[in-house]
Nanobody, 112 residues
Framework: VQLVESGGGLVQPGGSLRLSCVASGFTFSSYTVTWLRQAPGKDRKLVAIITSTGTTNYVDSVKGRFTISRDNTKNTVYLQMNSLKPEDTAVYYC???????WGQGTQVTVSS
């Protein structure tokens, strides 16, 4: 079983990135998946969540800028991040509910 995040990097304020979380070894179409992030010196916090039926929810600070989606045929959950701000800088993780599975994280740095 493996969860692998990718798509992070360095981007200027106002830019965009798309993160991917790919699962292998199990089928996660039945599970709720969450993206969380952890900034330096801070706790890990929820960013966005998508249920098995596609219902989504977001933390207020990213509403209107981030979009979570899933492609169950590819065992993948995405996080499209637009209008990025320096305060979005963090390591981003995906988590599959009811399984306890975490990815290793992908670094997002927003800086000019």
């Amino acid at each position: 079983v493996q969860l692998v995040e990718s798509g992070g990097g360095l981007v200027q304020p106002g830019g965009s990135l798309r993160l991917s979380c790919v699962a292998s070894g199990f089928t996660f179409s039945s599970y709720t998946v969450t993206w969380l992030r952890q900034a330096p010196g801070k706790d890990r916090k929820l960013v966005a969540i998508i249920t098995s039926t596609g219902t989504t929810n977001y933390v207020d600070s990213v509403k209107g800028r981030f979009t979570i989606s899933r492609d169950n045929t590819k065992n993948t959950v995405y996080l499209q991040m637009n209008s990025l701000k320096p305060e979005d800088t963090a390591v981003y993780y995906c988590y599959v509910h009811e399984t306890g599975y975490w990815g290793q994280g992908t670094q997002v740095t927003v800086s000019s």
